[in-house]
Every structure is written in C-alpha cells, then in structure tokens.
C-alpha cells in the first residue's frame, strides 16, 4: 500500500518562498512520475506540476518560471520550491504519484 506524506507548508507574505516536500514509502519510488496538486477552496484540485522518473520535469502555466520540483529517490522524496508566492497561490498542496493515492495535504497561505 502506498502512503503518501506532503510537509513544508505555512504562512508566507507575498513575494516569499516555500519549498514542500513529499516522502512516498511503500512503492517502488524511483520508478514513478511524481505529481503536485493544490487545491484552493474555490476551485478543484489542479496540476502544479510533474516529474517523471528520469528527472524531466512539466509545469502549468501558473507555475512556469517560480516553481521548481524536484526529487531525491534516496530518501524517496520529491520536492516543490516554491519562489515569487503570490495570495492565489494560497491551496492545500499535495503530491501524489497515480492521483489515486494521495497525503493529507500541506495548506499554504500567502498574505498580501
């Protein structure tokens, strides 16, 4: 079974930086493409963006240019690097590998 586990966020102003992580444990890590959501509370839960297994990564239009991820399957962890936040970058994060199996989430909140 796999168990996902997002962690990183908090409160941020504008302009700040955030960097999220995600442990995966029970799966083969190395081997799967890895995807951030977030999901704000006016709207559904959106791609921010995917890394695959080699290490190629594709954003959304939102994220292109300020966010960054990345992955470290040692430890079995991907990461998303947050820079220039914006208040509409206030979500529930959340990493999932199938988008099937997902973690409780990581709120980010950024104050104008």
């Known amino acids: 079974q796999v168990h996902v586990e997002e962690s990183g966020g908090g409160l941020v102003q504008s302009g700040g930086s955030l960097r999220l992580s995600c442990t995966v444990s029970?799966?083969?890590?190395?081997?799967?493409?890895m995807g951030w959501y977030r999901q704000g509370p006016a709207y559904q839960r959106d791609l921010v963006g995917i890394i695959t297994n080699t290490g190629s990564t594709h954003y959304a239009e939102f994220a292109q240019g300020r966010f960054t991820i990345s992955r470290d399957n040692a430890k079995n962890t991907v990461y998303l690097q947050m820079n220039s936040l914006k208040p509409e970058d206030t979500a529930v994060y959340y990493c999932?590998?199938?988008?099937?199996?997902w973690g409780q989430g990581t709120q980010v909140t950024v104050s104008s």
């Open positions: 999932s590998p199938n988008r099937r199996d």
């Open positions: 029970g799966s083969n890590f190395d081997s799967l493409p």
